[in-house]
């Protein structure tokens, strides 16, 4: 899966929470879904990351963040900065609280005047229900509230089906010209010339499973988004703390690791990624630990992990 | 000398210029007089650095910006939070542009609106001629216009020069009485009872030579700002380029290896470190190379290097 086109694949960047620690970055993931590259969050630092990870900058077209809280947005100025600084003339899209923009709008007036090669589209969000936020022929992203102490959103990443494929014997048996056959493929049925019409069901058959990928993050447990997050293959979901610190992660609005295996399991997620671990845990074995006796396939992210979704058969 | 408060000790926390790299931090320095830390440019990813070289938040209170480009401010922004994050109380001095407040300013009250509990002085430098803009019992801080495409001015921190000891011989000589040794320390002569007046110089001998560090960047090569780093034991000096690019130097106001090793030659300093590094040198062999055919010593600095001015006898 080297082809970097036909993979569904995140790259970690930042796994702290709010205090810096020497050796962990504050939040920033990158997912490729199949050569596209959406950037989600973006801790101070991020720029930097991308360069050790061998993210490309011009790679990046759009960026989620999640909430407005210094360790999501600290690194947007300095790559935005890095943008200019190297003559971007692509539209970059932003999708955020709308107030980011007035945020960063301020800044780069204040350091680059009207000097700014690209065109910035910011995107707001909508915090109080589901919401379709970009669509192409290949991918598709929504947001959706979660439960934070300012208003938050994840982001749910579905990759489209790929349309099926005819199956031979059955253009053959009723002799389907090429011109019906993109429009088959599609969805559409078929009209023999003695009238029969053969439904799209019997004429293909599917190549792939789509892949899926949700971002739960910052957020305490609750209810309300597991059907946002239903099924995905890999989710990634905050555990700031382990259970000996539940009360505090309650009133913080943050998740324990149980907390997250919880949310896995009752979205049957396939796999759990769990990360923005407090400063004051020098090692997240016991968080780990109460996560996988809850939901066993969930791994703690490092810095520059590269998760892959393969590919799977229907 | 591992007592930080007999100290002369800078530490390197970034050493790239504007375009990240994936192994170099933009720039930052913490140089420690005694006990005192003092940050010099706050680049993106400071505070981690600090973490990473054990340079306490709670150390600083003073912080030299030099212009107001991207890369010497944009860690400004994180550390401040953290340090409201961890409930600082103690006032922080930040020494700069005017316009930085603004900019500041905005960006914490849309964080933390009037919720920040320390007070941060805005101290605005000025960019015409050399200024005293810190002094206490141990140090002196100026100052000093360099000549880069926005205002920016370079800091020169001198240790004062510790009071000398009193020569025993001649307080028995002159029958000093107690009370009148720490004022002979300080500068004064002495009155003998029969109406002879002994020199300060008679009756003391000086312990150290002061110390001193200077610190210019970014700044393209220009005499103006030799006076002002005259005879420093230790200065650093911007090298973004070699010879091979001294024409996009001179239009960009950046100094080549060989511009920042004539300063050192011209200044009379003990030591000089270059850095500020363009991100199209992999190596900074060459940058070093030709500075040190002019000024022999000379060190290519790296994030993490600890350089110590030791004391010397006068």
């Excluded at 620690?21 to 959406?38: C, D, E, I, M």
């Excluded at 088959?184 to 049925?189: S, T, V």
């Amino acid at each position: 899966m080297s082809d970097e086109t036909m993979s569904f694949q995140l790259t970690i960047l930042g796994t702290s929470s709010a205090l810096p620690t020497s050796n962990r970055y504050p939040t920033a993931q990158v997912l490729n879904v199949l050569g596209r590259f959406f950037l989600i969050d973006c801790g101070e630092g991020t720029q930097t990351q991308m360069r050790k990870f061998k993210i490309g900058f011009s790679k990046i077209d759009h960026i989620f963040i999640t909430h407005l809280h210094g360790d999501h947005i600290f690194g947007l100025i300095g790559l935005i900065s890095t943008m200019v600084l190297l003559g971007r003339e692509k539209d970059l899209h932003i999708y955020s609280h709308s107030e980011l923009q007035k945020f960063i709008s301020a800044q780069l007036n204040f350091l680059y005047a009207d000097k700014i090669p690209m065109k910035i589209v910011f995107h707001p969000l909508n915090f109080k229900r589901e919401q379709l936020i970009y669509e192409d022929a290949k991918v598709s992203i929504y947001s959706f509230p979660l439960s934070h102490r300012i208003p938050t959103c994840g982001f749910r990443f579905d990759e489209k089906p790929p349309l099926p494929n005819l199956l031979a014997k059955k253009i053959e048996e009723y002799q389907i010209p090429i011109c019906e056959r993109q429009r088959i493929k599609e969805g559409g049925d078929f009209l023999t010339s003695n009238g029969q019409l053969i439904p799209h069901s019997q004429l293909t058959v599917k190549k792939f499973k789509a892949r899926s990928f949700a971002f739960c993050s910052d957020t305490r447990f609750d209810e309300s988004y597991i059907e946002s997050i239903k099924n995905v293959d890999l989710l990634y979901h905050e555990a700031t703390f382990a259970e000996d610190n539940r009360k505090l992660a309650n009133t913080t609005f943050h998740s324990t690791g149980k907390e997250a295996a919880e949310v896995a399991l009752k979205a049957q997620a396939g796999q759990l990624l769990i990360g923005h671990f407090s400063a004051r845990y020098k090692d997240h074995a016991p968080i780990l630990e109460e996560a996988r006796a809850i939901f066993p396939n969930t791994k703690a992210i490092s810095e520059g992990d590269v998760i892959q979704v393969e590919k799977k058969n229907v």
